[in-house]
């Protein structure tokens, strides 16, 4: 008695993970990046900037 063989399984999370990444592999592009987040305003901004303000401290 054993582990279970779940290399299929694998295999399938790892196709679909593959497919994920490759169809959003243009949200890596920083000039689309940048588009996208300025279309949230400042707000989004302000809340990222206190959230890496708060990330940052000791």
Request: aromatic content about 8%.
């Amino acid at each position: 008695m054993g582990l279970p063989d779940v290399s299929s399984l694998n295999d399938h999370l790892v196709g679909e993970m593959t497919k994920r990444i490759d169809a959003n592999m243009n949200l890596l592009n920083p000039e689309d990046f940048m588009k996208n987040w300025m279309s949230f305003g400042t707000g989004a901004q302000e809340q990222f900037r206190k959230f890496m303000e708060t990330a940052t401290r000791k």
